[in-house]
């Protein structure tokens, strides 16, 4: 099946190609994430190889047509599968959930020049108080 490309994907443009993961609570290591298209531009996918400890992942991300907010399914290495939405509004990158015990919440600032994202994740086990879990910055490698 070949598909036209999702003009609201475009929008996405600058998230794609190779990055180095760091997470500072994690130590010194780096690790790896890797964004590209599939299925002629209908999907984006998103691979993280991030440091020990935090697990290996895969996100596809795709656009609901009607409201400009994506869709991204998550899974990873432990076998957790979550459903986040999305935006990606000038700058800042965020993505989040909402579940009984346990909501989050992911903020980026993507620099001027598009090669580093300054991100954090948050989150809630009572869906009423939140709290600063980690941070993560991305650095461009390529693409």
């Known amino acids: 099946m070949t598909t036209?490309?999702?003009?609201?994907?475009?929008?996405?443009?600058?998230?794609i190609g190779e990055w180095t993961a760091e997470?500072?609570?994690?130590?010194?290591?780096?690790?790896?994430?890797?964004?590209?298209?599939?299925?002629?531009?209908?999907f984006l996918r998103i691979r993280s190889r991030p440091p020990a400890p935090a697990p290996a992942a895969v996100q596809l991300v795709g656009p609901d047509d009607s409201s400009g907010v994506y869709t991204?399914?998550?899974y990873d290495s432990r076998g957790v599968s979550r459903?986040?939405?999305?935006?990606?509004?000038?700058?800042?990158?965020k993505m989040w959930r909402e579940a009984p015990?346990?909501?989050?919440r992911f903020t980026?600032?993507?620099s001027a020049d598009g090669r580093t994202i300054q991100a954090f994740w948050e989150k809630s086990l009572d869906n009423?108080?939140?709290e600063h879990d980690f941070d993560?910055?991305?650095?461009?490698?390529?693409g």
């Open 72 to 74: 991204v399914l998550y």
């Open 23 to 42: 997470v500072p609570q994690f130590g010194e290591g780096q690790g790896r994430v890797t964004v590209d298209r599939l299925e002629d531009g209908a």
């Open 101 to 104: 015990g346990f909501d989050q």
């Open 128 to 130: 009423e108080t939140w």
């Open 4 to 15: 036209m490309p999702k003009p609201a994907l475009a929008a996405l443009d600058v998230l």
């Open 83 to 93: 459903v986040y939405r999305m935006t990606l509004d000038g700058d800042v990158w």
């Open 108 to 110: 980026g600032t993507i």
């Open 136 to 142: 993560i910055i991305y650095t461009k490698a390529a």
